[in-house]
């Protein structure tokens, strides 16, 4: 019966860890898709705005506007970068979080599962009795 709960306990982490890794990699993507589309669109928009070679559009092809895009890049390029970083992070903790979860469940599961020797009325006390036997043995 304690070996079917901790299956249960391990199946349900597992599952939960899974979904989780699931919904981080997803709304990543979402978020990479959308700030490289808004890249390219303005990459887009300066090459247009810079071959422009009218008299009309003079001021539209200005170096400050190659400055200020090249700045707007860096800083979704940047902000990427971050996002990316923050998921991966936060998703390495949770699955860390959730086997450190497994293991103490396990742990503390199969310590209670261990019955005490004959005479000894905790498994701390079994634990210290059957080193020193063992000591004497030798």
């Known amino acids: 019966m304690i070996i079917t709960t901790t299956f249960i306990i391990i199946f349900i982490t597992i599952v939960i860890t899974i979904i989780t890794g699931i919904i981080l990699t997803t709304i990543t993507t979402i978020m990479i898709i959308i700030i490289t589309t808004v890249i390219i669109f303005?990459?887009?928009?300066?090459?247009?705005?810079?071959?422009?070679?009218?008299?009309?559009?003079?001021?539209?092809?200005h170096p400050h506007l190659h400055h200020c895009c090249y700045h707007v890049m860096i800083i979704i390029?940047?902000?990427?970068?971050?996002?990316?970083?923050?998921?991966?992070?936060?998703?390495?903790?949770?699955?860390?979080?959730?086997?450190?979860?497994?293991?103490i469940t396990n742990i503390i599961v199969s310590c209670l599962s261990l019955p005490p020797p004959p005479g000894s009325s905790s498994p701390l006390s079994s634990l210290s009795l059957s080193s020193s036997q063992h000591l004497f043995s030798v």
């Open 77 to 103: 390029t940047t902000t990427t970068r971050i996002i990316i970083i923050f998921f991966t992070t936060t998703t390495t903790i949770m699955i860390t979080i959730i086997t450190g979860i497994i293991l």
């Open 42 to 61: 303005i990459t887009i928009t300066v090459i247009i705005m810079s071959y422009h070679h009218h008299d009309h559009y003079y001021k539209w092809h």
